[in-house]
């Protein structure tokens, strides 16, 4: 191996790899690493995870948190508020989460973690030693120890939605997070599923979900007076939505950061990639300006997308696919220290399009991913609504993911194609989807689910002028089933 392959093989951050001399291969130090920080966690207990104290998910349009996107997110009173800004994150409820997992007790809302850990062997990570990882030092793990349960720590990792303005109508979404959303259901009323209506108005409302003006002024208030403070220690940044590029506060965001360069900071974006075009222009120019001043270390745009071509469309109702990739290919060719993360939220479409998905992102790596990683993967499972989870398809449906297992072992990154090909630790989350896949069951509530599925994607038929059958075709054998149960 030149010297040359050598320097890229170990010297990309994020990226490094040890390399079996023996048989080629590569391993990321991100999987072995994540397993190491797991046995550290261990030894603190068996439920601990850092998430609990330095990572954030913060909505200030709905005035709530979470410590990261799986559990369900809870109320920022606004008396905790009055004594301390950083309750929009150490909220008194967090805290009693941390004193369980202190104590060894699983709180019960991380059950999304507690799943793939007890699932198939047991041997599967789960995102507790996944974002932990993230941010890990022995340091930090002795400070939340210190900090204890009740303590304030900042976070390290921030991600924080201003507003729920957005341009889509996606499947799995609603009117809380998207205006889009609120304007259908406002109009045509909400989707009448088999014993719920669902995205109904009334019932976001009686749970506090909806936004209001007023609320969500209150909370990006607090917001910037905490901001100061909070940016400090801060070490990843995401911005969410809605649709973040249609609100003023990321750009005043971007702004700031340009103003107080930050040597460590990593910048991010969750975005659909398809805002009118003025708007993705001065994104672009903020990301290039930002960029050339050494403002941050590194710039991470995700890219929302769950399946490929017309599929996608499909599932993100009102997105314009080929604009999006257009734009995409535009951030990877014109910006510097920028890298792009293609997160797919694994749902059923996901699956009957997954070899699509792959074949996409394979492309885009042999084309962008020269000397560095510029294209990355995630799989984060969808949860709710449970009628779009891959949970309803009978086990028989794992063997489309069986498929997909086998073109990325066929497509891994070695040596000779580093940065091309898929990743050891993103064939282990696909395998950890089929392990999901392979033990669903059949059962009265599977049945009423796969009604749901039918119930609301006809009525979206219905007001979107689209066809499921006409954009997926490969899903007519599945509704066929759905049909047949549903006249026993
Ligand atoms: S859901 Fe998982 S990653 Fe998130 S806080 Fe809980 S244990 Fe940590």
């Not at 009740?150 to 939605?161: A, C, D, K, T």
């Not at 709710?384 to 891994?412: C, H, M, Q, R, T």
Request: charged share 25%; net charge neutral.
């Amino acid at each position: 191996m030149s010297e040359d392959k050598n320097k890229n093989l170990n010297n990309i951050r994020g990226d490094q790899v040890t390399v079996d001399e023996s048989t080629g291969s590569i391993t990321s130090d991100y999987l072995s690493s994540a397993k190491i920080v797991l046995k550290k966690l261990n030894n603190v207990s068996k439920c601990m995870c850092l998430a609990k104290w330095y990572y954030s998910s913060i909505n200030l349009t709905t005035g709530k948190t979470q410590s990261c996107y799986h559990p369900p997110a809870h109320d920022i009173l606004a008396n905790e508020l009055v004594t301390n800004s950083s309750a929009l994150h150490n909220t008194k409820y967090k805290k009693n989460q941390r004193a369980k997992m202190l104590k060894g007790e699983r709180p019960a809302e991380c059950q999304y973690c507690w799943n793939i850990e007890d699932a198939g062997d047991g041997e599967q990570l789960s995102d507790r030693a996944y974002r932990s990882a993230d941010f890990f030092s022995e340091d930090l793990l002795q400070e939340a120890i210190d900090f204890g349960a009740e303590g304030n720590p900042s976070p390290r990792f921030l991600e924080i939605v201003f507003s729920n303005h957005c341009n889509l109508k996606c499947s799995y979404c609603s009117p809380h997070q998207s205006t889009a959303w609120y304007e259908d259901v406002s109009k045509n009323g909400p989707y009448r599923l088999h014993d719920h209506a669902h995205n109904d108005l009334r019932g976001l409302a009686w749970l506090g979900l909806l936004p209001s003006p007023e609320k969500t002024k209150k909370y990006v208030e607090a917001f910037w007076a905490w901001w100061p403070e909070l940016y400090k220690e801060l070490k990843h940044l995401k911005i969410s939505g809605g649709e973040p590029l249609l609100d003023e506060n990321t750009y005043k965001v971007f702004d700031y950061v340009l103003q107080n360069p930050k040597k460590d900071l990593q910048l991010m974006l969750m975005s659909n990639c398809n805002p009118p075009q003025a708007l993705w222009d001065k994104f672009l120019k903020q990301i290039k300006e930002m960029a050339k001043q050494n403002s941050f270390d590194h710039f991470m745009l995700f890219y929302s997308l769950d399946a490929w071509g017309n599929k996608a469309a499909y599932v993100r109702n009102g997105l314009k696919f080929s604009e999006s990739l257009h734009n995409v290919k535009e951030f990877l060719e014109s910006t510097e220290k920028t890298s792009v993360t293609v997160t797919s939220t694994f749902n059923i479409f996901s699956v009957f399009s997954f070899k699509e998905f792959l074949e996409g992102i394979l492309e885009l790596r042999q084309k962008y991913s020269t000397d560095r990683q510029k294209i990355w993967i995630d799989f984060p499972t969808l949860g709710a609504p449970d009628w779009l989870s891959i949970k309803i398809l009978p086990k028989e449906y794992a063997a489309v993911i069986k498929e997909g297992i086998e073109f990325v072992e066929s497509n891994l990154e070695t040596q000779d194609t580093r940065f091309k090909g898929f990743k050891d630790f993103e064939l282990e989350k696909i395998k950890t989807i089929y392990s999901q896949m392979i033990s669903n069951e059949e059962s009265d509530k599977t049945k009423k689910l796969r009604k749901d599925f039918t119930k609301f994607f006809n009525e979206q038929d219905k007001r979107s002028g689209n066809n499921l059958l006409n954009v997926f075709p490969n899903m007519k054998e599945f509704i066929s089933q759905i049909e047949a149960q549903e006249k026993l």
